[in-house]
């Protein structure tokens, strides 16, 4: 069976702009989540997706924004970027939804500047 | 709402000594309890978690972790470092429900000296 999966690995970006993660879950899998970890700090829940439907955000601005696909995949669309959204962005998936049985992808490092 | 809380963003041992990773946690409700494993540039990769059944968890890698409610503490050992074994470890707390995921500590460094 195929683990998660996300691309791209690294970017750049310039403040203001907008950008778009993507992550594959890992088959059988049905339910997303989103992790912010800025550099020396603890991932930080930014939202879940159970088919199809968010199922839990955290305390994130509404410029963060995702979308969960008929096949489970899912994107993280962050509009307005500022410097302090550098950071990895992890996505986990697991079989159902809630905080059990996540298996984590390698992440994407995003540097804003 | 919950909370961790990692004391030591650092712990230093040798190779084939003691580790021990210290966690305390805060919940309303009965908790679910990980620890995660975190190599540089990679992702998380779950050492063992805590779900209501046995105190004492035995997880991969030889590392185990015993839930005190008294204590509210998840602590994680192992009996002997390897040099394999340095990386950060993230101890993270759930609950059974459908709406909660996962809050995580700061992280902990575990360095191993030869």
């Known amino acids: 069976e195929t683990g998660v999966t996300q691309s791209p690995t690294h970017l750049i970006k310039t403040r203001g702009q907008q950008v778009t993660l993507r992550c594959s879950s890992q088959s059988g899998h049905n339910t997303v989540s989103w992790y912010q970890q800025a550099l020396g700090q603890g991932p930080q829940f930014i939202f879940q997706y159970y088919r199809e439907e968010e199922n839990g955000r955290g305390n994130f601005p509404p410029r963060f924004s995702g979308l969960q696909f008929p096949n489970y995949s899912s994107e993280l669309n962050v509009n307005a970027l500022e410097l302090d959204d550098s950071a990895l962005y992890l996505c986990?998936?697991?079989?159902?939804?809630?905080?059990?049985?996540?298996?984590f992808g390698s992440g994407t490092r995003l540097t804003v500047v | 709402a919950q909370s961790v809380t990692q004391l030591g963003s650092h712990v230093s041992v040798s190779e084939g000594a003691l580790v021990l990773l210290r966690c305390n946690y805060s919940s309303s409700v009965p908790p679910y309890l990980f620890w995660y494993v975190q190599y540089p540039n990679q992702g998380l990769q779950l050492l063992l978690k805590y779900t209501s059944a046995a105190t004492l968890v035995k997880g991969i890698n030889g590392f185990e972790a015993e839930f005190k409610k008294s204590e509210t503490s998840f602590h994680l050992t192992k009996p002997s470092a390897h040099m394999s074994d340095a990386a950060e470890y993230f101890c993270?707390?759930?609950?059974?429900?459908?709406?909660?995921?996962?809050?995580f500590g700061k992280g902990t460094m575990l360095l191993v000296s030869p």
């Open positions: 986990a998936s697991s079989s159902k939804p809630g905080g059990q049985g996540h298996t």
């Open positions: 993270a707390v759930s609950d059974n429900s459908g709406y909660s995921t996962l809050t």
